[in-house]
């Protein structure tokens, strides 16, 4: 999709995607904060929220993490 939103981009202007950025950021941080890593592993249990539509969550929750998602619709 940046190849296609690129096109209609003057030529100066360099699209950045976010996804390798964030990621980056976050391994740094969780190098810094190992703490948050031992907090998160002491249950062993994922939980999904969404606002949005809980079928096409869970659908796309099962392809990423490889096994079955349940997220629970919430209102904000």
Do not use: W
Request: glycine share 6%; proline share 5%.
């Amino acid at each position: 999709m940046l190849p296609k939103l690129q096109e209609f981009c003057p030529p100066k202007v360099k699209l950045l995607a976010q996804g390798q950025i964030i990621a980056a950021s976050l391994v740094d941080y969780l190098q810094r904060h190992p703490e948050i890593e031992e907090r998160c592993a002491q249950n062993k249990n994922v939980s999904f929220f969404t606002t949005g539509d809980t079928v096409d969550f869970n659908n796309h929750g099962t392809l990423f993490y490889g096994t079955k998602v349940q997220a629970t619709h919430i209102v904000i």
